[in-house]
């Protein structure tokens, strides 16, 4: 059965017809209602319930008036994933000395694997605490003095060596303070304990820190995906994950160390790993895999005079799927905000550019697979791009928007990266708004998005988040702003509960969308590329590429 005939069969061609430019809300909330519901199980990748979102999205697309965008004039883009998930523990827990203590899954350390293989196994195998892991030659900084870790387990703090530094510390502003740079990362410290033939890695988990609760943490139920990599390309890690904060400290103290002391150290540039002497991790489970043949939508409207320079909006189609029921009986994870809401916004935009004359450059539409699992569906086009990198104008994401009402600001995230921001603060002032700074910067919101997938090729990003901080609300002020974020991050981020209620009020997403339209309609509209500003990290690489743009 093809995807179209899949949609027919479902019955999820658009019922909304292309009219007014407008973007509303009532719109906006009847895609959501529709991919937020139980028929797409929670759109995991790899599931029937991705075999129906890409049948929806192609026949809205579709229905919509625009074009394939994929290879070959196809609507998707192939994305192979290993997906795997440990089983039960056979074996886990901590030896130190003479005496074994074992964990329980999910409330002491949680661990998942990105490696083919049907058992995975580590037994007794040593310990060393590396502070916050982090090697930055341009910054002076190395967390790891040359230490071998081949074979051992790597113990990471989260986030950068700055993130609670004081006044005469080291650390004191090398890292951008309570800005996470990708060093904050959890993905930079399991690659970089890879990188040095750790053989697994677990990151100490403290919710200021990380920027989420330890119930964000276990949500994946011991289960990971991955791109498809040649044998010479697969991780070191046998298991990687996160121990929660009361066992780390109790870890550390069985082999005479004291955590908090050593946070301290951690903020020196002198700091050089530790031993936990006398302590060793053991893991054994067994492993189902899978290769996984999921999919990117790619939808295009060709531009008028200059179509092989591209616009891109972006937004991810997938969820979390099933899990274990909540205290409504709900198992499907559906993610409703995160990022049903962001997939509708880029029909809406869509539909805008339609209702008007083709624009000069080419508008390119994608709707990325297993962003959930570690931005994987953005950066295999990342690495396979179908329309050129170094001639995208731009890249425009929309992951999780407000859902709380109207907003006197709308929040930057990545403050000083590259010249959007501008553009957002124009069109912002149009609508008689003003832009706000994340206020919660240390979350590292900038690198945990699908843009950064194009950040990282040197594509000017731009993205939309509505937890990045508290809006201004007309209604409520600041203080109704914070709750919002408090109440979403805290409950149903990555939960069942994010599904649509009765307490939405989406004419702020609309606004939001509406700035998301403008930009890129002024994009598509004009000849200049935007650039990356003076000390960005992204700016050396698009400026290789400079002779492609004039």
């Not at 936990?276 to 295009?300: M, T």
């Amino acid at each position: 059965m093809t995807i179209r005939t899949l949609a027919l069969a479902l019955g999820l061609t658009a019922a909304l017809p292309v009219q007014a430019e407008t973007i509303e809300p009532q719109r906006l909330e009847q895609s959501v209602r529709t991919l937020a519901s139980d028929l797409f199980e929670g759109r995991a990748p790899g599931t029937i319930g991705e075999e129906r979102t890409i049948g929806y999205l192609v026949a809205r697309f579709e229905a919509l008036g625009l074009e394939p965008g994929g290879p070959d004039g196809q609507w998707v883009q192939t994305v192979p994933l290993l997906h795997t998930r440990l089983g039960k523990a056979e074996t886990l827990g901590l030896t130190q000395g003479s005496a074994t203590t074992p964990w329980t899954f999910g409330s002491q350390v949680y661990l998942s694997t990105l490696q083919p293989r049907d058992h995975v196994a580590l037994e007794k195998a040593p310990l060393v605490f590396v502070g916050h892991g982090v090697s930055a030659p341009e910054r002076g900084w190395d967390d790891f003095k040359g230490v071998d870790l081949k074979g051992k387990v790597a113990v990471f703090l989260i986030n950068d060596p700055d993130f609670e530094a004081t006044e005469g510390e080291d650390a004191v502003g090398k890292f951008g303070g309570r800005t996470m740079t990708y060093y904050g990362r959890w993905t930079y410290k399991f690659e970089e304990a890879a990188r040095r033939g750790a053989v697994g890695a677990l990151i100490v988990h403290d919710t200021p820190g990380a920027g989420y609760g330890w119930n964000v943490v276990v949500s994946p139920g011991g289960e990971n995906y991955d791109l498809v990599r040649a044998a010479d390309k697969l991780t070191s890690l046998q298991v990687q994950g996160w121990i929660e904060g009361e066992t780390a400290r109790a870890m550390f103290a069985g082999a005479g160390l004291d955590l908090a002391a050593l946070r301290r150290q951690a903020r020196s540039r002198t700091f050089r790993p530790v031993e936990l002497k006398g302590a060793a991790f053991s893991a054994a489970f067994p492993v189902s895999q899978e290769v996984v043949k999921s999919a990117n939508v790619l939808a295009r409207i060709p531009g008028a005079s200059r179509p092989d320079e591209t616009v891109m909006y972006g937004a991810h189609w997938d969820a979390y799927g099933k899990g274990a029921p909540d205290a409504q009986g709900r198992i499907y994870r559906a993610g409703a905000n995160d990022d049903a809401l962001g997939i509708a916004a880029m029909f809406e935009i869509a539909r805008a550019f339609k209702v008007g004359p083709a624009p000069d450059r080419s508008i390119l539409f994608a709707a990325w697979t297993a962003e959930e699992r570690g931005l994987l569906g953005s950066e295999y086009y990342a690495f396979n791009p179908v329309w050129p990198l170094d001639r995208t104008v731009a890249n425009l994401t929309i992951d999780i928007l407000q859902t709380a009402g109207k907003a006197k600001d709308v929040i930057l995230v990545g403050k000083g990266q590259n010249g959007l921001e501008d553009d957002l603060a124009r069109f912002a002032a149009q609508q008689g708004r003003v832009v706000t700074q994340e206020s919660l910067p240390e979350r590292g919101l900038f690198y945990r998005a699908d843009h950064f997938s194009m950040a990282k090729r040197g594509v000017p990003v731009l993205l939309l988040m509505g937890i990045a901080g508290a809006s201004d609300l007309v209604e409520g002020g600041r203080a109704a702003g914070q709750a919002w974020v408090d109440a979403y991050t805290g409950k149903c981020y990555h939960q069942a509960c994010d599904a649509v209620d009765e307490t939405w009020k989406l004419d702020g997403a609309a606004q939001d969308v509406d700035l998301m339209l403008a930009i890129g309609r002024d994009l598509a509209g004009s000849t200049r590329w935007p650039d990356w500003k003076a000390g960005s990290e992204f700016k050396a690489i698009r400026d290789k590429s400079a002779a492609a743009r004039n």
